[in-house]
């Protein structure tokens, strides 16, 4: 017998006290681990996308960190895709809006709706050359007033809508000429149309809210030629000699100042410094009440010989060992949320199936840490049994 | 005078006092044992024969006197966990084996601690002695699958684990009917020949007292009579 199979038989003494254990830390380890994932799978996929795609810099209203409420005058985007230096540029008007799932039936009938990232592009838009078309065609310059739009391959799995198609946003049928798929899954589960229509439908004329761009890298020292790019946006003013107030910046620069990521970010660790506080909190009860129960056992370990040090390693022991099966259960556990949440039409086009093996690590540092904190105390009262007076214990 | 180096195991003057009801627990109690030397221990319920036991094998410490192992003091040694590990063994009148293990992985549980650091060489070791106490066939039994006699056999393996020189029984026939007991004495009395094992053994059962080398009779914390189990008159020892 080795030691660790002695621990594993010890764990074995109380299995439904055990299970429900490894129960209560699975719950905790899991969410942390599914929150973390999504948290992380959001970054992965916009860091992602840029890196395919050769983005050198990200444009947004100067104190907007996401893309959504930021505003760019549109002529700046045409005026920039001029100079020289820039290679090629993409501009967006993004919008989060509601499809409706369905046509009214009635005049008083408010159909159902669903959440959807709309990309209004201009046909220049490198992003076209990036894509590919699964069924249809791309949007063209001269599609602009007919309200086409393509959608992404998850979005169409998820509605259920093909080439031909009518889907209607902001009350406003658009027909669908193509099907495509990007490595961005929010532009995979979301709809693209052309700039200008969506400008005219949303009221927002004249405006991109962000707009990225290649730059052309002629010198052997290609971070001055984008810096120098940088600089050169920033210096642009308005007709009457005022700053636009705009702030490009490198695709890692951007991703690490997005608010929206931030947001998810800051809240995965509150969520997930809540659970760890649960799970110390139910190992520490748990090993607590194993020691107490099994005062007379420890005393004989130690009247047998069994220094202190190893009293703590097998406590310490114990709740590692709990925590390793929490964190194996709760990671799966994860795993699986994450395809289950990612077939549910309401946020499939939200989440990323699927967790990064990084998170899943430290999912599992955390469990071993819950393991650490809640065995600690008990452990510590474990050795200072004395075996005289465990051995009189009831 | 009494050269503590002649013995095994030396109590010299030990007493000990529990604060808790103002008890005198030891008063001045001195004994010497030889290797291979069985003593039994016998007394009423309260004269101090646990205690003396616990102090004789390093679980308590003494407030006044000294125990000696082979000559040296136990009270300037700084391992005494490893002491006892290696040094004695220990059987309860309540067995006390780890209810998920079975036979052959209880024998090792002490077997972490003494000198075999190989998986393997601890199986044999606990199967060898598990055979030696007439349990090999039960050796992957878990304690509530055996009877109380052959959990007793089974603490004795135990406490045989690493080879120790001395072995300290406290009531080990107490839970026992007198066949079984009868086996466990047996075993006793082989051990003692075989392996030249010194036996303190605690008890209340005159059969018991009646295989010893000596018979150790106390009152009160006190030594009252330290002499051969079939003689009559007592030698006062205590003072």
């Keep these: 017998m080795t030691f660790v199979a002695f621990i594993f038989k010890n764990l074995t003494q109380r299995p439904i006290r055990t299970a429900l254990t490894v129960l209560g830390l699975s719950v905790a380890v899991g969410s942390m681990v599914a929150l973390m994932g999504i948290a992380k799978s959001f970054r992965a996929a916009q860091a992602a996308s840029f890196e395919e795609r050769g983005v050198d810099l990200v444009t947004l209203r100067g104190g907007d960190a996401i893309q959504l409420t930021s505003e760019v005058p549109e002529w700046v985007v045409h005026e920039v895709s001029t100079w020289p230096e820039v290679k090629a540029i993409d501009a967006a008007l993004v919008d989060m809006t509601e499809m409706q799932i369905r046509e009214p039936r009635n005049a008083d009938d408010v159909p159902p709706s669903k959440p959807v990232i ?44 093909k080439v031909g198609d009518t889907i209607t946003i902001l009350q406003k049928k658009f027909e669908v000429v193509g099907v495509f798929k990007t490595s961005n899954f929010t532009e995979r589960g979301g709809v693209l149309t052309l700039l200008k229509d969506y400008q005219d439908l949303s009221g927002r004329k004249g405006v991109v809210t962000g707009f990225s761009l290649r730059v052309n890298k002629t010198t052997s020292d290609p971070d001055a030629e984008v810096e120098a790019v940088r600089q050169r946006i920033m210096a642009l003013t308005n007709n009457k000699g005022d700053s636009l107030r705009l702030t490009p910046q490198r695709p890692e620069q951007y991703l690490d100042n997005a608010s929206h990521l931030k947001i998810t970010a800051a809240m ?34 130690r009247a047998i010989g069994w220094p202190r040090r190893r009293v703590v390693q097998m406590v310490i022991g114990e709740a590692l060992l709990l925590a390793l099966v929490a964190a194996a259960f709760g990671s ?12 549910f039409p309401q946020v499939n086009t939200l989440i990323e199936p699927g967790i990064a093996v990084s998170v899943l690590v430290t999912g599992t540092g955390f469990a071993l840490l819950i393991g650490l904190l809640g065995g600690a105390y008990p452990a510590y009262r474990a050795s200072r049994l004395l075996p005289t007076e465990a051995l009189r214990h009831d | 005078m009494t050269n503590p180096t002649d013995f ?25 044992v030889r290797p291979g030397e069985y003593v039994a221990i016998t007394g009423p319920s309260g004269c101090g024969k646990s205690t003396l036991l616990n102090v004789l094998g390093a679980l308590d410490v003494p407030d006044a006197g000294a125990v000696y192992f082979k000559g040296e003091p136990l009270a300037t040694r700084r391992d005494l966990d490893t002491f006892r590990a290696r040094q004695i063994g220990f059987v309860f009148q309540s067995f006390f084996l780890m209810p998920t293990l079975t036979a052959r992985e209880n024998v090792q549980v002490p077997m972490f601690e003494g000198p075999l650091t190989a998986r393997a060489e601890r199986v044999k070791k606990a199967t060898d002695l598990l055979e030696l106490v007439g349990m090999g066939h039960r050796a992957s039994h878990r304690p509530k ?19 120790p020189p001395l072995l300290l029984a406290d009531e080990p026939t107490g839970n026992l009917d007198s066949a079984n007991a009868a086996k466990v004495l047996d075993l006793f009395a082989q051990l003692q020949k075989a392996r030249g094992l010194a036996l303190i053994v605690v008890t209340h059962s005159d059969e018991v007292a009646a295989l010893a080398d000596r018979v150790i009779r106390m009152r009160d ?3 009252v009579s330290d002499c051969a189990p079939a003689t009559t008159t007592a030698r006062t020892v205590s003072g």
């Design chain 1, 332 to 343: 799966i556990g994860a795993v699986g949320a994450t395809h289950l949440m990612s077939l």
């Design chain 1, 268 to 301: 995965a660790w509150m969520v997930s410094a809540i659970a760890m506080l649960i799970g110390v909190i139910s190992m520490l009860n748990t090993m607590a009440m194993s020691v107490l129960e099994r005062t007379q056992e420890i005393g004989i370990l």
């Design chain 1, 118 to 161: 709309v990309q209004a592009w201009l046909p220049i838009n490198f992003g076209f050359g990036d894509m590919d078309v699964l069924e249809g065609r791309k949007l063209e310059a001269k599609d602009e007033g007919k309200y086409y739009t393509m959608i992404g391959n998850e979005f169409a799995k998820s509605v259920n809508k």
């Design chain 2, 145 to 163: 699958q055996l009877s109380v006699g052959e959990r007793q056999r089974v603490a004795l393996a135990r406490a045989l684990a690493n080879d």
């Design chain 2, 8 to 32: 095994l195991l030396y109590a010299d003057a030990v007493a000990k006092r529990y604060p808790d009801g103002d008890v005198r627990a030891l008063n001045g109690v001195t004994l010497g």
């Design chain 2, 221 to 223: 914390g006190q030594i």
